[in-house]
C-alpha cells in the first residue's frame, strides 16, 4: 500500500524543506494515519468508537516565518502555497490541501492563541482517498508543530477538538471526533475507546500479534467521496430522527428499545439508518468487552456484522469493498469490514499472523476475476499518535 514515493517520509519532508526553503526545520513532528477497528456513523451520533493509530505517518518539518504569514510546501504538489491572517481567518480562501493548513491557523486563532508564522514542509505515507484519515494526519502534525514553535498554552486534550474544527468549519467536512482523536492520542499495542459524547477515552489493549493474529488492511483503490453530499446526507437523516424520537442523539437509543423506536419512525430509510447506528454502538461495547478479556479473536463476528450494517442498512459501501470482505472471509479471516466513511476506501480483516499473506492474494485474485484494478494490502500493529521526532 502507497503511492509509490520512495525513502524515508522523515527524511522526505526533511529534504523538501532544505530545497523550498534553502534551511534546516526547526524540528520535525509526525502523525500517524489510522483505522477504525469498529464503531463507523456513531462519533457525529454521541456514540462510541474503537478506532488505532497506523504506522504510516505524515511528518511536517517546521521552522518559524515571517510574524502573520505562513508558507507551506507538500510533495502532493510543488507548488508552495503562502497566505496570510486574512486568509488564514476567512474559511474557503485557502482550498485543496493547504486549507488543512490554513484551518488549524484559523482554529488556534479562533481559540485566542497567538500563533507563530511559520514555514513548513509536509510528507506522508498515509494514502490520500483511502479512509485512512491523511486530513487528519496533516492537521495533527501541523497542529503539533505550531504549538510547539510558539511555546502555545494548549493541553493535549484539547488538540482533538480543534483539528475537528479545523476540518469542520474551515475544509468544510462534517466529520466527527474520531479521526483526530485517535491520531492525536493514539497509543502504541491499543485501540482507542472512545466516547464522543463526553471525549472521555480509554486504552483498551488490542496486541493482535500476541494472539497470533494479524490486521490486515485492504485499500479497495475505490475512490473515497465524501465531498459528494452522501456523509452529509447521512448525518442529517440520524439528526432528524433523534429529533423525532425525542433524544439528543441516536446514542440514547437503548438497544433493548429498538424495535419501538423504529416503529416511531414513518419511512423505511430512516430506519435502516437508526438501525446501523443503535446496532453499531452495541457492537463497539461488545468489542471493548472482549478486547478487555483478551479475547481478541472472538471479536471477528462482530466486524462482520459491522460491514453488513453498513452495507444494507447504512448503504455506504461499494462493489471494491463489498469484494474485499467477501474475499477474505471466503479465505479464511476470521472477520472482516469497511473502515471509515464509506463510499470507498479501506477494508480491514482480523486473519491468522502467518495465512495474512494468503488472504491478500486472493482477495486480490477476486479483484482480478471481477476487473477491478489491484488492491493494495498492509499488515499493521496499533501504533501511537502524534509526536515531536
Known amino acids: 500500500m502507497g503511492d509509490g514515493r520512495r525513502g524515508d517520509v522523515t527524511d522526505r519532508a526533511t529534504a523538501g524543506f532544505r530545497q523550498r526553503y534553502d534551511a534546516e526545520p526547526a524540528g520535525r513532528w509526525a502523525a500517524p494515519g489510522r483505522v477504525n ?25 517546521a521552522a518559524p516565518g515571517p ?16 497566505f496570510g491572517a486574512e ?16 484551518g488549524v491557523v484559523w482554529a488556534l486563532r479562533a481559540a485566542g492563541l497567538d500563533v507563530p508564522g511559520a514555514r513548513l514542509a509536509i510528507a506522508s505515507d498515509v494514502p490520500v482517498g483511502s479512509g485512512l484519515s491523511s486530513s487528519a494526519a496533516i492537521e495533527s502534525a501541523v497542529l503539533a508543530a505550531l504549538v ?19 476540518e469542520n468549519d474551515y475544509v468544510g467536512a462534517p466529520t466527527g471526533i474520531m479521526d483526530q482523536s485517535a491520531v492525536i492520542r493514539g497509543l502504541q499495542g491499543h485501540a482507542l475507546f472512545l466516547d464522543c459524547r463526553t471525549e472521555e477515552v480509554e486504552q483498551i489493549p488490542f496486541d493482535p500479534a500476541a494472539a497470533g493474529l494479524a490486521v490486515l488492511v485492504v485499500d479497495s483503490r475505490a475512490p473515497h467521496r465524501h465531498a459528494d453530499g452522501e456523509y452529509a446526507a447521512r448525518r442529517k437523516s440520524c439528526e432528524r430522527a433523534a429529533a423525532t424520537l425525542g433524544v439528543a442523539a ?7 428499545d429498538l424495535d419501538a423506536a423504529l416503529a416511531r419512525l414513518d419511512d423505511d430509510e430512516t430506519r435502516r439508518r437508526v438501525r446501523h447506528v443503535v446496532t453499531e454502538d452495541q457492537r463497539v461495547l461488545d468489542t471493548v468487552a472482549l478486547l478487555r478479556a483478551g479475547r481478541v479473536r472472538e471479536i471477528g463476528p462482530l466486524l462482520t456484522a459491522s460491514h453488513a450494517s453498513m ?23 476470521h472477520g472482516a469490514r469497511m473502515t471509515g466513511g464509506g463510499f470507498g476506501g479501506c477494508v480491514l480483516a482480523l486473519v491468522d499472523a502467518d495465512a495474512a499473506d494468503t488472504v491478500a492474494d486472493a ?18 500493529q496499533p501504533a501511537g499518535g502524534v509526536t515531536r521526532l
Open 363 to 380: 482477495v486480490a485474485a477476486a479483484y482480478a476475476e471481477r476487473g477491478l484494478a489491484a488492491p493494495g494490502t498492509l499488515t499493521v
Open 87 to 102: 486568509k488564514a481567518d476567512d474559511p474557503g480562501r485557502v482550498d485543496g490541501w493547504a486549507a488543512y493548513v490554513a
Open 37 to 61: 477497528l469498529i464503531g463507523e456513523h456513531t462519533d457525529y451520533n454521541d456514540g462510541f468508537v474503537l478506532p488505532f493509530a497506523l504506522p504510516l505517518r505524515t511528518v511536517v518539518a
Open 67 to 82: 510574524d502573520g504569514r505562513w508558507t507551506v510546501w507538500s510533495e502532493l504538489d510543488d507548488e508552495p502555497v503562502e
Open 148 to 166: 510547539d514553535l510558539g511555546a502555545l498554552d494548549l493541553p493535549t486534550e484539547r488538540w482533538p477538538r480543534l483539528a475537528q474544527r479545523a
Open 311 to 333: 452495507r444494507d442498512d447504512f448503504e455506504i459501501t461499494v462493489p471494491e469493498v463489498d469484494t474485499a470482505v467477501e474475499a477474505a472471509l471466503a479465505a479464511g479471516a
Open 250 to 256: 441516536l446514542r440514547d437509543v437503548p438497544t433493548a
